[in-house]
């Protein structure tokens, strides 16, 4: 029979779509008071891999990735994405259901980063409450890989190198 052991705690990350710095910058603050201060930043970057996102959040969209100080059980990241979501719900484009940011949290571990999501696909594990998630990348050898379904702003050089600095901080934390 197998040993029951409760799983590590795992790094918090969000990955912010935004076209307003400000919007940006008034949402993560929220984020931060829930999930404990930023402790890592990637930067702003061009968000520029699809238009999936013009119709509803307009053009000259940012991509900004961060990880914060608390970590959190695993079975925590369907309430995590629920919170995201109502302060999604709070950076409304004024009369309409238009977001100004979209954001997608997730958990970092040593061997890989899931996110949460609200769409269903082939592969995506169903955990509650309207929401599913997705292994989107995974640590072998030295580094975090891609898979088939890895959006291609997570797959990007500089975005892997900066998961990858946040895991060996993650590491460290867990000593």
Partial sequence: MAVLRPPKKEKIIAGFIYSSPEDYAASSAILAEKFGAMDFDSGEQYFEHTDYYEAEMGKNL???FVSFSALADPSELCAIKIFTNSVEE???FPGTPRRRVNIDPGLLSE???VLASTKNFTHRIYIGSSIWAEVTLRYIGDSYTTLEWTYPDYAKKDTIAFFNMVR???RKSLK
Avoid: D, G
């Fill in 111 to 113: 061997p890989k980063l």
């Fill in 62 to 64: 940012k991509r900004r």
């Fill in 168 to 170: 060996k901080e993650y």
């Fill in 90 to 92: 709070e950076f409304l």
